[in-house]
Nanobody, 127 residues
Framework: QLQLVESGGGSVRAGGSLRLSCKAY????????MGWFRQAPGKEREGVAA????????WYADSAKGRLTISKDNAMNTLYLQMNSLKPEDTAMYYC????????????????????WGQGTQVTVSS
């Protein structure tokens, strides 16, 4: 059973940076793609970035472009999200997700695409 464990969240001031990590354990088949989602209080969970683990091609939500970078280390079975120029509106619980199924690019930022989820890591950005 694929398990995902996030780390790296914390509290920063606006303009600061954080790097989130997500380590994958216990899988038989490598994830086909992985993504980062976030959920702010009172809001729905939204996809912010996703990556194909094979060729490393990535997709971003408009809110993430230019500030957030998704990357992977296949040897370490770890997914990353580098977050720069953080804003108070980035405050949310951040979740790592994975799927072992073939997935079209236009589905990568949809919550329903993913069958495996981590427990989340909190990011708080103060003004």
């Amino acid at each position: 059973q694929l398990q995902l464990v996030e780390s790296g969240g914390g509290s920063v001031r606006a303009g600061g940076s954080l790097r989130l990590s997500c380590k994958a354990y216990g899988y038989t088949y490598s994830p086909y793609c992985m993504g980062w989602f976030r959920q702010a209080p009172g809001k729905e969970r939204e996809g912010v970035a996703a990556i194909y683990t094979g060729d490393g091609s990535s997709w971003y939500a408009d809110s993430a472009k230019g500030r957030l970078t998704i990357s992977k280390d296949n040897a370490m079975n770890t997914l990353y999200l580098q977050m720069n120029s953080l804003k108070p509106e980035d405050t949310a619980m951040y979740y790592c997700a994975a799927t072992t199924r073939t997935t079209y690019a236009w589905l990568l930022l949809r919550e329903s695409t993913y069958g495996y989820w981590g427990q989340g890591t909190q990011v708080t950005v103060s003004s």
